[in-house]
């Protein structure tokens, strides 16, 4: 298997060859001792790995000529990984450098392992670009929507979706918020027969009870205040094609009779209408809670579930995707800077640290707006960790203000949710909130049912 490839540009003959023979038997090594033959050497051989000096002739005392060299190497290369190694040591040119798009900086003198590792993590994003690009160009030919992922655990998903897309039986996506259940339903439409029909989804959480029913069944002309015209439900729309339920565990109990009989028979009756329409559609099913717990609490019937769960899929976690984080990352990292017009290039080595260190409690969407948003505000060409706001571990012995109220928080939600056998709508009205901001401050706190 042939090396990996790395240009190292010094105007010292001394570190170039120390450098040369320190990282010979796991790199192709170049040398290059200034901006022109540096140039020349990487438009050859494109080597994913760079270390550069600043101080380059003809002003190697100074870091211009460095600089300059930084920034040809990106414009050749945007996803090219430079580790500026050098004695200009000023915290403002490590800052510089950043911005221009080096990975990562070191001052000298430099330790041969340190530098090592950082070769070896760098080559490593560098893979992980390359088989995102890879994986771009292949959903032309076979698609899986926006999921990505190359773990063992969402290939297992993959490789389900493949083998029940085409069945007509009703499916149930279990999954944490955030991990993409209505992707994966998507992902199921578009690959069965009946792609070329509508997919309809409805979030059961986010419409007032009141309107569910009229949602789902439509209601006739007259049929209550207000109905001054026939409304075709979502059931109806989804003739031909596919319904997704999303949280079908916040289902109230009186319309779960009737999607009951809806899924035994394939009718309906709008509400205030006494015809029954015969409708064609697969229904697909998403929940992030415990049925069986509803079901023993009361709160979801047992028919129902069994009806709606003749296949299940889990999805996993992010924090269980094993090297997904990065891969995810660099996929709206390329998608926002393209949406908000910025030459955004990588994310830092320390960045990708903070990704891998964080466990991710709202999982792929919370992952999503956090780059997105490090996108929106970073100045220079490369994410940060101080771009990201990922809450670090405080210090042994420390303990900030906000950690310390999420856990008086936690402590006392979850006394109540116990105290009340995790009925969610009776924990609800003992902390005087509504059960959705329930919902929101049991994810943001880490408790599951």
């Known amino acids: 298997m042939d090396k990996p490839k790395l240009l190292i540009v010094d105007d010292d003959e001394s570190i170039r060859s120390g450098m040369k023979w320190a990282f010979v038997q796991d790199y192709e090594v170049f040398l290059a001792s200034n901006r022109q033959d540096a140039l020349e050497i990487f438009r050859r051989e494109r080597p994913p790995l760079v270390a550069l000096d600043l101080g380059l002739p003809p002003d190697p005392q100074g870091v211009e000529e460095g600089f300059l060299t930084l920034a040809g190497l990106v414009e050749e290369d945007p996803y090219v990984k430079v580790i500026i190694v050098s004695g200009q040591s000023e915290r403002q040119n490590a800052l510089t450098a950043i911005g221009l798009g080096a990975h990562d900086f070191f001052c000298k003198p430099i330790q041969a392992e340190e530098v090592g590792v950082i070769l070896r993590r760098a080559l490593r994003l560098h893979q992980l670009e ?173 028919d129902l579930y069994y009806r709606l769960s003749v296949l299940k899929i889990l999805i996993p976690p992010l924090r269980d995707r094993e090297g997904d984080v990065e891969l995810l990352a660099m996929s709206f990292l390329h998608k926002y ?37 490090a996108v929106i505000m970073v100045q220079g060409r490369q994410i940060s960790d101080e771009d990201l706001e990922l809450e ?48 929101n401050l049991m994810e943001k706190l880490g408790i599951r049912k």
């Not at 419409?207 to 439900?233: D, N, Q, R, V, Y």
């Not at 290039?345 to 992952?367: F, S, Y």
């Open 392 to 439: 670090t571990s405080p210090k042994s012995g420390t303990m900030t203000l906000r950690k310390a109220r999420e856990i008086t928080d936690r402590a006392f939600v979850l006394r109540v949710l116990q105290e009340n056998n995790f009925n969610l709508a009776k924990s609800a009205a003992n902390l005087g909130i509504s059960r959705p901001n329930l919902y």
């Open 130 to 302: 390359s088989e995102h690009r890879l994986i771009q160009a292949a959903q032309v030919k076979d698609s899986f929507g926006e999921l990505l992922g190359t773990s063992p655990q969402i290939q297992q998903v993959f490789s389900t979706i493949e083998k029940v897309a085409a069945t007509e039986v009703p499916i149930l996506i279990l999954g944490e918020s955030g991990t993409g259940k209505e992707l994966v339903a998507r992902a199921l439409h578009g690959k069965s027969e009946r792609k070329a029909g509508p997919f309809v989804a409805i979030n059961c959480t986010a419409i007032p009870e009141s309107l569910l029913e009229s949602e789902l069944f439509g209601h006739e002309k007259g049929a209550f205040t207000g109905a001054h015209a026939l409304i075709k439900g979502r059931i109806e729309m989804s003739g031909g094609g596919t319904l997704f339920l999303d949280e079908i565990g916040d289902l109230p109990l009186a319309i779960q009779v009737k999607l009951l009989r809806f899924l035994q028979d394939h009718t309906i009756e709008r509400v205030g209408g006494r015809k029954e329409i015969i409708i064609d559609t697969r229904v697909i099913a998403a929940t992030n809670y415990d049925l069986d717990q509803a079901i023993r609490e009361g709160g979801f019937r047992e």
């Open 337 to 373: 800077s393209d949406e908000h017009k910025k030459k955004v290039l990588g994310i830092t080595q320390r960045g990708l640290n903070a990704l891998k260190n964080h466990t991710w409690p709202g999982n792929v969407r919370e992952l999503q707006n956090r780059i997105r948003r």
